[in-house]
């Protein structure tokens, strides 16, 4: 009987170990990808020093960081000051237990696995208004108020790109949401709404060009201003893994997961992972893209794309989805 | 089963303390932190009950969306507190007359409904698996037998909305505002005048 407990315990500490290691691992690779690809749209050369290529540069970045002095502003409230990485980081993490890599790669398959993710990413808004509030300084003020406007903002517009999926699969479970696009990916027949949720989830992760909250030339470095040593590596460690997050979400919706683009026989033989890895970096490479290529818009432009251009089209999207599902009876089950 | 008693205590021993929090804590933003923890409890305990769209919906509206806002509204407001606590002792016979009811009326409830399997159920707490999804059930049963319930409260929330925005809503005079379509079609031939200055005179 105690047995059976521990055995079960030790079997779900593996499973998360699995998933969470491989994520903290390809975070180091993804700052690194992040320089090399800028430095490449700026025609310099980017990290080439640490290991070769510079490929370890962001574990001595890491190393450096951590081994600084922790200081903590004796204004501050503490305990949340202290709380607010830590959140930041435990809730870009918790995302990934419900992420199918491949068929059966899951650590929970639970019905309501979309949800779930919903939920995950609109916590992560805590973080940062946390954050900006302990700090008891002005900057970190601005930046915390810009970003839990922002975040709320898009949030809607993504509730309803997913809506638009959900209509299409007839679940909320993200195997099965993967399993409904045997035929096509969602990408193709609900084109828009992919462009929709992508734009979003830049704004989501508060990247650019809707880095607002950390803008510096306006607010020094936002919400985390006070922040330094192992607590700033927190943050940084959770936005790129909330980018990671947001990007299997993309390729979870609408590239299809772990499928082939065709069920052909060289393409069908890869194992499901890969192609998920392999999606999952294409759209990383957009982020980064984005980011070497677009200059960043000013706040009320930014809350007039949410809610003048994304939300109406999105809702227009959903009803019109539904009545195209509905009047050709494909809906399904 | 022991595993799901445990984590049973564990999400409603952190729901009920932190709801204690909530009215105790002297700082309103830990209140309001405390309250947060509280919800996010609940919702596991929702997960336990098998409800798993409930509590996501839970955490999604409440924590997600309602808790952020009055998180700003308690961080951005400079609450006088000594002022708030003055009057405690007068309050504190009708609130403690309240609370006594309250638990009078929970006495009564659980005492007398027989027809209940929350009183006589000894099995140990574990999630109740169906057949169905719940997300399925809950919109097989809301959009037919309880479909104009629905609508109702689509309707009053509709009228909450409307309500807030007007209460809000107030135009100063002298805002300078953008017209986007006219931003975005100016050309040379619009935006750049051209004059001759003659030296020494200026426009």
Redesign the interface.
Known sequence: ?TYD?LI?GLIIVAQILAVVVPVLISVAFLVYAERKVLALIQLRRGPNIVGPFGILQSFADALKLITKENIIPSGS?KI?FILAPIITMVLSLAGWAVIPFAPGWVVSD???GI??L??VS??G??GI??AG?ASNSQYPFLGA?RS?AQM?SY?VSIGFVIITVLLCVG???LSKIVLAQQTVWFAIPLLPMFIIFFISALAETNRLPFDLPEDESTLVAGFFTEYSSASFVLFFLGEYASMILMSSMTVILFLGGWLPPFDVYPLNVVPGVIWFTVKVIFILFLFIWVRGTFPRYRY?QLM?LGWKVFLPFSLFWVVATSGFLVYFDMLPN | M??YSLTFYLFSSVAVLSALMVISAK?P??SV?FL?LSFVNASGLFVLLGA??L???L??VY???VA??F??VV?MLDINFVKLREGFLQYLPFGALLGIVLVIELGILFLTDRSSNIYNNQTPLQPIVYEV???KMIGQILYTEYFYLFQICGIILLVAMIGSITLTLRDKGGVKR?N?DSQNTVDASTAIEKKKVKIGEGI
């Open positions: 009987m407990i079960t409230n949340v639970i019905n309501v949800m779930y919903f939920a609109s916590l808004v805590y208004i946390m509030w108020l839990a709320v949030e679940s909320l479970n009320d007039r | 022991v595993l700082n933003v830990h932190l947060i798993e769209f509590a996501m919906i955490v999604v924590v997600g969306a952020v806002l998180l700003f961080m999804e719940n997300t953008q986007i």
